[in-house]
């Protein structure tokens, strides 16, 4: 299998991205649902939407470089997305920090997955995942984009053999899923409820 | 089965828009009869609107050049959820990798396990989505309870695929710190959570 195909196809890959797609699909439907009751968290709804439609499009070019095996166009996409500016959390919300957080989990993942591809240093690479995260990741509600970055996070300090510090990274991800499962398994159970 | 799963999710979505929509009427009266107190921020946000709408025209354009639909989801996969046997690999796996300097758990073997069939949704997506995974397609079938469950299902599963994941990353670095307590709980933990979320993965599939 080539390195781009196991990117696309790898099961990991497909697991986040089912993730992905139940739980922004509904966080964005609730979005759009909540600013039309006025109970919106983002202030600018419009541009919120017009980002993640953007955000969507390139994930679709990229998915078209990565199945063409230009992994470094891919990169390339990711850094320029990743590059632009990002809605401040007044502005954006939660949902806003999301996509930000799935941009950089993408480019992450290719950075890890193609390390000879331009290259950045393992520092530079922390900064870009830090960068992404910002300060406030924990605030934000719980959601599979952050938690892979978090565990994306725990891959690249093991790869500098900060090996404590990964472990708790990793511990931190693992925490967010069972949060999600929980969350999951709980509206199971109250769906099943007579 | 990412596109199905997504049709679901768009089932979910637009059942939450129309939430949103039922629980709004009484304010929308109110606002046509006062200017909106965020009109000012609204028009700002209508100039950035335009320019990120612009972006995304020649975004879609590009795509479009390359042969791309933007209106039709990608064919997905069915999430993978561990088998017993592959959570039994884990601590296997963690054993032969071990001696490895680094491992990518995207490239960790993982047999597919049955995902229950699902029925498709219909809805045409419109929310936002962080990666391309919305929908114009329609739906052969209706939605229905059916559908949430499947797609309540798949969630579960991916999750226990994640945190499986997670574990073997997680065991295999405590490889490589045996005595350490804190490594061995946490690793602990992540199996149990394996354990856990792959048999609720089980049980949801069985339905």
């Given at each position: 299998?080539?390195?781009?195909?196991?990117?696309?196809?790898?099961?990991?890959?497909?697991?986040?991205?089912?993730?992905?797609?139940?739980?922004?699909?509904?966080?964005?439907?609730?979005?759009?649902?909540?600013?039309?009751?006025?109970?919106?968290?983002?202030?600018?709804?419009?541009?919120?939407?017009?980002?993640?439609?953007?955000?969507?499009?390139?994930?679709?070019?990229?998915?078209?470089?990565?199945?063409?095996?230009?992994?470094?166009?891919?990169?390339?996409?990711?850094?320029?997305?990743?590059?632009?500016?990002?809605?401040?959390?007044?502005?954006?919300?939660?949902?806003?920090?999301?996509?930000?957080?799935?941009?950089?989990?993408?480019?992450?993942?290719?950075?890890?997955?193609?390390?000879?591809?331009?290259?950045?240093?393992?520092?530079?690479?922390?900064?870009?995942?830090?960068?992404?995260?910002?300060?406030?990741?924990?605030?934000?509600?719980?959601?599979?984009?952050?938690?892979?970055?978090?565990?994306?996070?725990?891959?690249?300090?093991?790869?500098?053999?900060?090996?404590?510090?990964?472990?708790?990274?990793?511990?931190?991800?693992?925490?967010?899923?069972?949060?999600?499962?929980?969350?999951?398994?709980?509206?199971?159970?109250?769906?099943?409820?007579? | 089965?990412?596109?199905?799963?997504?049709?679901l999710?768009?089932?979910?979505?637009?059942?939450?828009?129309?939430?949103?929509?039922?629980?709004?009427?009484?304010?929308?009266?109110?606002?046509?009869?006062?200017?909106?107190?965020?009109?000012?921020?609204?028009?700002?946000?209508?100039?950035?609107?335009?320019?990120?709408?612009?972006?995304?025209?020649?975004?879609?354009?590009?795509?479009?050049?390359?042969?791309?639909?933007?209106?039709?989801?990608?064919?997905?996969?069915?999430?993978?959820?561990?088998?017993?046997?592959?959570?039994?690999?884990?601590?296997?796996?963690?054993?032969?990798?071990?001696?490895?300097?680094?491992?990518?758990?995207?490239?960790?073997?993982?047999?597919?396990?049955?995902?229950a069939p699902k029925s498709a949704a219909?809805?045409?997506?419109?929310?936002?989505?962080?990666?391309?995974?919305?929908?114009?397609?329609?739906?052969?079938e209706p939605v229905g309870a059916a559908s949430d469950e499947a797609s309540?299902c798949?969630?579960?599963?991916?999750?226990?695929?994640?945190?499986?994941?997670?574990?073997?990353?997680?065991?295999?670095?405590?490889?490589?710190?045996?005595?350490?307590?804190?490594?061995?709980?946490?690793?602990?933990?992540?199996?149990?959570?394996?354990?856990?979320?792959?048999?609720?993965?089980?049980?949801?599939?069985?339905c």
């Amino acid at each position: 299998m080539t390195s781009g195909a196991r990117t696309l196809a790898s099961p990991a890959t497909a697991r986040w991205l089912t993730l992905a797609l139940g739980f922004v699909l509904g966080g964005g439907s609730m979005l759009v649902g909540l600013a039309q009751a006025g109970r919106l968290a983002a202030a600018r709804p419009e541009a919120l939407v017009a980002l993640a439609q953007m955000v969507e499009v390139e994930h679709r070019r990229v998915d078209l470089l990565l199945e063409r095996g230009d992994e470094a166009g891919a990169i390339a996409a990711l850094e320029a997305l990743r590059r632009q500016p990002w809605p401040a959390r007044e502005d954006g919300g939660d949902i806003g920090e999301q996509l930000r957080h799935d941009v950089y989990g993408r480019l992450v993942r290719l950075r890890l997955d193609f390390p000879d591809i331009d290259p950045v240093g393992d520092d530079a690479l922390l900064q870009i995942i830090d960068q992404g995260l910002s300060g406030s990741y924990r605030e934000v509600e719980t959601n599979p984009f952050t938690a892979r970055l978090v565990a994306l996070r725990g891959e690249a300090l093991e790869g500098r053999g900060r090996d404590d510090e990964a472990l708790g990274a990793y511990e931190e991800a693992l925490g967010m899923n069972r949060a999600l499962l929980d969350r999951e398994l709980l509206d199971r159970e109250l769906g099943e409820a007579p | 089965m990412r596109a199905t799963t997504l049709l679901l999710a768009g089932a979910l979505a637009t059942g939450l828009l129309a939430s949103g929509c039922a629980k709004r009427a009484p304010e929308s009266a109110a606002a046509t009869a006062a200017p909106h107190p965020l009109a000012p921020e609204l028009g700002a946000a209508a100039g950035e609107l335009a320019a990120v709408s612009a972006a995304l025209a020649q975004n879609a354009a590009s795509l479009a050049a390359l042969g791309v639909d933007t209106s039709r989801s990608r064919d997905g996969e069915k999430p993978d959820a561990p088998t017993k046997r592959e959570r039994d690999e884990i601590r296997d796996g963690a054993d032969e990798k071990s001696s490895e300097s680094a491992t990518d758990l995207d490239d960790a073997p993982t047999p597919k396990t049955p995902v229950a069939p699902k029925s498709a949704a219909p809805s045409p997506s419109t929310a936002p989505t962080a990666t391309a995974r919305t929908t114009a397609e329609p739906s052969p079938e209706p939605v229905g309870a059916a559908s949430d469950e499947a797609s309540g299902c798949d969630r579960i599963c991916a999750l226990a695929g994640v945190a499986c994941d997670l574990a073997q990353r997680i065991c295999t670095l405590a490889k490589h710190h045996e005595g350490d307590a804190r490594y061995a709980d946490v690793c602990w933990n992540a199996e149990r959570q394996c354990e856990q979320a792959s048999d609720a993965c089980a049980d949801c599939s069985a339905c």
